[in-house]
């Protein structure tokens, strides 16, 4: 059952009025009323296009938005669409806002949309980010339709992506997971995705809420997806929105994804250290597309900041890596800039020997997530001289070829978890 604490009184008031749906769209928000409305209207316009017999709900979960988003949200309802021979409504859609406690937290969203789901007993649910200005009403059919229609427990998306972009994700999020878990999930942190019923209430009865996990809720779903006895797919959505008006904050994006990658490998260690390589997931369209327009990065800063890292961090690095693989760290950064590379062996027994020392915690973890940060800059430089000039081939095998790494060198961290040198 839901933890109805979570709820507010007015919430549940109006999912008791809403009663059992079919579909749940979830929008979590916080001062997005620049984009909210495109999305929501994109939302609405696609449960009535492709789910017109469908009991639908879309639930706003706001964290206290100050510039009127959950107005521009709660203004949605059918009449403000133009009904066409395409969009027609066969039953009530509705749209309601809340705006959960606490600090701007997409575990708190995610929390309180899946105690909702439970309680409307909503069998296929969505998230859709509210920052998605290039989303087309077909997203909704493209994550929800293998929900309904062929029983798949997680649907998550793949993009059209710049080179330049993602790139956590293509160095270090996506090829750990796939390497650990055994699945070639391209958006392991999904901003859009659906989920059945059986997998969203295995999340809600879990013990991560109210830990630091939560910060990265999404993630522990892609996990318990993953490890557990639930059917994954991908499917394909197109341009992935880039946002240029808020600074990457890159510490708490590391919590939420490698963090909770980190704090999952004791319980889930009978699972990650059995696997050998990588399976594909059944894919509705491309499993990834790269962009090549011009984009200015400052790569000398990214290699500045590994430089000043290696040197700031040292007693803290030496706490969690071996000597060996920090005399070489120590040593690269001894090169001329235009010289250096992070090879990937040397990332890869770094992040490895990262998740071993994890485990021992010979600092708090917390801290040795964040001394991971200066070194991601190191590879991330790496990675855009190496592809500066590449073709959009090209940038896949180099992303291919250090997935095969992390695969490949599994059994070091294997050994190093157990103790070993």
Avoid at 20 to 44: F, Q, S
Avoid at 138 to 154: G, M, Q, S, T
Avoid at 216 to 243: H, N, S
Avoid at 291 to 315: A, M, T
């Amino acid at each position: 059952m839901a933890d109805e604490s979570i709820l507010s009184d007015d919430f549940l008031r109006e999912l008791i009025n809403v009663g059992e749906v079919d579909i749940l769209v979830g929008l979590p928000t916080y001062n997005d009323a620049k984009t909210v409305g495109k999305v929501v209207e994109a939302i609405r316009v696609g449960l009535l296009k492709f789910f017109p017999r469908q009991r639908a709900v879309i639930i706003n979960a706001d964290a206290g938005s100050r510039d009127g988003t959950q107005d521009i949200v709660r203004a949605a309802s059918i009449s403000d669409l133009r009904h066409t021979s395409d969009v027609r409504a066969l039953r009530t859609l509705h749209c309601i806002s809340t705006e959960y406690s606490g600090e701007t937290n997409p575990g708190r969203a995610l929390h309180t949309l899946l105690a909702a789901a439970d309680l409307v007993r909503a069998p296929a649910c969505a998230v859709i980010s509210s920052e998605s200005t290039t989303i087309d009403p077909e997203w909704v059919d493209k994550l929800l339709a293998p929900i309904r229609r062929d029983n798949i427990d997680f649907v998550t998306p793949t993009y059209r992506r710049h080179k330049f972009d993602g790139l956590l994700l293509r160095n270090l999020v996506y090829p750990m997971t796939r390497a650990l878990f055994d699945k070639r999930i391209r958006e392991p942190f999904p901003p859009e995705y659906a989920f059945s019923a059986r997998l969203g209430n295995q999340l809600l009865l879990a013990d991560i809420w109210g830990t630091e996990a939560a910060i990265g809720a999404e993630m522990c779903m892609t996990l318990a997806a993953l490890t557990g006895d639930f059917r994954v797919a991908q499917t394909f959505l197109g341009d992935k929105t880039r946002v240029d008006h808020v600074p990457a904050d890159l510490v708490r994006a590391m919590r939420q994804t490698v963090g909770v990658i980190f704090s999952s490998l004791e319980s889930k260690f009978s699972f990650w250290s059995t696997h050998q390589g990588s399976q594909p997931v059944p894919t509705c369209g491309s499993d990834h597309e790269v962009s090549l327009e011009p984009l200015r990065i400052n790569r000398k800063r990214l290699h500045q900041i590994f430089v000043r890292g290696i040197g700031d961090l040292e007693s803290v690095l030496r706490s969690i890596l071996t000597p060996e693989t920090m005399t070489q760290l120590q040593n690269s950064v001894t090169l001329p800039e235009e010289s250096f590379r992070y090879s990937n062996e040397m990332w890869v027994r770094t992040v490895y020997e990262f998740a071993a020392s994890y485990k021992k915690a010979p600092i708090s973890r917390d801290h040795i997530v964040q001394a991971l940060v200066p070194l991601y800059r190191g590879k991330a430089y790496t990675f855009l001289m190496e592809n500066r000039d590449a073709t959009a081939d090209e940038v896949e095998s180099n992303v291919e070829s250090l997935c095969q790494t992390f695969e490949q060198m599994k059994p070091e961290l294997v050994q190093v978890w157990n103790g070993g040198k």
